[in-house]
């Protein structure tokens, strides 16, 4: 079993920042990307950004120049920094995580999303 668990969320006025994290643990045995997606009221979900271990990034057009995902050396933890936010980016932030986890003696390929966290921009 993999857990992911998001953190970093909160209250915010328009043009600050705030940096959330996602975290996996359990039965991991490799983890291949880390995707960070959201979900505004009423909209549905999109991707934000992603980062895989070959170390390639994608944004959104929507926050490219104003977040970056990063990473320490291993895949694990990731970061989101979040500048110049907009009342727009208010939505709740998920973590995805895809890659192998251990089942006994087998490597099985895993989905994995955590429970998310809420952002919130004020005008």
């Known amino acids: 079993q993999v857990h992911v668990m998001e953190s970093g969320g909160g209250l915010v006025q328009a043009g600050g920042s705030l940096t959330l994290s996602c975290e996996a643990s359990?039965?991991?045995?490799?983890?291949?990307?880390i995707s960070w997606y959201r979900q505004a009221p009423g909209k549905q979900r999109e991707l934000v950004a992603g980062?895989?271990?070959?170390?390639?990034?994608n944004y959104a057009d929507s926050v490219k120049g104003r977040f970056s995902i990063s990473r320490l050396s291993a895949m694990n933890p990731v970061y989101l920094q979040m500048n110049s936010l907009k009342p727009e980016d208010t939505a709740v932030y998920y973590c995805?995580?895809?890659?192998?986890?251990?089942?006994?003696?087998?490597?099985?390929?895993?989905?994995?999303w955590g429970q998310g966290t809420e952002v919130t921009v004020s005008s």
């Open positions: 995805n995580v895809k890659g192998y986890e251990l089942v006994g003696q087998l490597r099985k390929i895993f989905d994995y």
């Open positions: 359990g039965s991991i045995f490799t983890i291949n990307g």
């Open positions: 980062t895989n271990s070959g170390g390639s990034t």
